[in-house]
């Protein structure tokens, strides 16, 4: 109380000054027309700038249930595409009917942690094998491919990202079908090396890459990237494409991981191949 007095009496000529200035303007607007309505205009501006400085703050709020929202339906919206189911032709006879089963199943995940900076890089997710994930399934995004599944827990999963020195996944040129393989290179983590690709491609600058479909992590189709430039380097019969990735890798929230229903079966088909070639031998 005693600091509040000692306050007031050092600065009542301030204080005396904003209060007569208070009463004034008061006055003034109360009186006049025009200075009522300057007055009146200006308090709605301020008013309406805090109301939508409120309303973006809360929208900012509303973004991740948004994105979880949106990855959903579009996990919703792939398993019912037709890229997601493959075609059985049951017909014996002249009879034009065929059966579609689905192939692959989209389940929504989110990212628990991501590195890009190392020359092994690895993403873990908030799935696991009680929620039905196993290793070896392929992970995209909206913008594209993310990785392949390594490990497994209960609850979690470890991807081995795109940005992996070891991760080879089969890509190809989207307008004439022709593939290699995408690489990173360790460097960029916006960037990879798609190799391998045959000298009789249509590649152009410019051009997307998506994935091929060859083996069983990838649908056909998923986007990969663009084309940035390529060459033929002396000696070698292939393209080396360097391409811009359409994956933001530093922005990893929303993920889809991707069950191929077949696998199993595929898998089981091609230990029987191997079998039966080492028992030839």
Not at 94 to 109: F, G, H, K
Not at 188 to 194: E, K, S
Not at 202 to 230: C, E, H, M, R, Y
């Amino acid at each position: 109380m005693r600091n509040l007095l000692v306050f007031l009496v050092r600065n009542y000529l301030v204080l005396l000054f904003l209060l007569l200035e208070g009463l004034s303007m008061y006055f003034l607007v109360q009186h006049n027309v025009f200075q009522r309505a300057a007055a009146v205009s200006a308090a709605n501006s301020f008013t309406g700038s805090i109301y939508e400085t409120r309303s973006n703050f809360t929208a900012y709020l509303n973004l991740k249930d948004q994105n979880v929202m949106l990855n959903h339906q579009l996990a919703a919206l792939l398993n019912r595409d037709r890229g997601s189911f493959i075609a059985f032709n049951t017909a014996t006879t002249n009879v034009n009917d065929t059966v579609y089963r689905q192939r692959y199943q989209y389940l929504t995940a989110e990212v628990v942690d991501n590195s890009v900076t190392l020359r092994s890089n690895y993403i873990i997710l908030d799935r696991g094998s009680k929620q039905g994930v196993a290793p070896d399934m392929g992970v995209i995004g909206a913008s594209g491919i993310i990785g392949i599944v390594r490990e497994v827990s209960d609850n979690f999963c470890v991807v081995m990202s795109v940005l992996h020195k070891d991760t080879k996944i089969s890509a190809s040129v989207k307008k004439d079908g022709t593939f290699g393989q995408l690489l990173w290179n360790g460097g960029d983590y916006r960037t990879a090396d798609l190799i391998d690709l045959p000298t009789h491609s249509k590649i152009a600058q410019g051009d997307t890459l998506v994935t091929s479909g060859l083996g069983d992590a990838f649908p056909q189709g998923v986007l990969v990237g663009v084309v940035k430039n390529f060459e033929k380097k002396a000696g070698d019969k292939t393209y080396t494409v360097e391409v811009q990735l359409t994956t933001d890798f530093r922005k990893l929230k929303h993920v889809l991981l991707i069950k191929d229903l077949f696998r199993e079966e595929i898998q089981q088909l091609k230990q029987r191949v191997n079998e039966s070639d080492n028992n030839a031998k």
